[in-house]
Each structure stands twice: as C-alpha cells, then as structure tokens.
C-alpha cells in the first residue's frame, strides 16, 4: 500500500520545533530532579523500614523473655498453692496488712 504523500517523511526543524525541543529538555530535567527527590525518599523509607523491624524484634524478643520469667514464676506458685502449705497466702495477707498498717501510723504521726 502506497502513501499519498511520497513517503518523504524529513521535515527541516522550524522556530517552533526548537522551542519544543527546549520545552522538552527542561520537562525531562523537571523530571530527573523528581525522580532524585522520590528515589532518596524511597532509600529513606527502606532505611526507616529496617529500623522499625529490628526494634520491633527486639521487642519480640523481650517478650518472649518475660513470659517465660512469668510461666516460671506461674509454675512456682501453683506449686506452693498446692502444697501442704496452704497457709502461705494467708501469711502473705496478714503480712501486707500489717506492713500497710505500720506505714499507716508512721505517715500519720509524723
């Protein structure tokens, strides 16, 4: 299929081309310059991002550590509970009154 026009394709570059082409060039350095500003944006996201995430193990990991410091101490009082102590927890109350009682007195006689 031929084209109409004689296929010459080459047209000599006008005013008007040239300040499209100067339009062009400072888009793309428009550009250039937000694609910079959104790629150091980016490392810095990446950078926070693995910050949160050790923290955020660290956490995980104290945690893991005080439940197992809480399901020893759980273990060691159901322990005492039912031994044929019974009488510890009573003395444990009478104990904390008594204390409680005494810093009472001293506070107010002070």
Do not use: C, W
């Amino acid at each position: 299929m031929r084209r109409a026009h004689g296929g010459n394709y080459y047209q000599p570059l006008s005013q008007d081309s040239n300040e499209i082409e100067d339009e062009n060039n400072r888009m793309t350095q428009e550009l250039q310059e937000k694609i910079g500003v959104l790629k150091s944006l980016s490392i810095d996201i990446g950078n926070e991002v693995k910050y949160q995430d050790r923290l955020l193990g660290d956490v995980d990991d104290d945690m893991d550590r005080t439940s197992g410091f809480l399901g020893t101490t759980m273990k060691k009082v159901l322990r005492l509970s039912r031994g044929s102590h019974n009488y510890y927890i009573l003395y444990m109350f009478l104990f904390s009154i008594i204390v409680f009682f005494i810093l009472y007195l001293v506070i107010k006689f002070r």
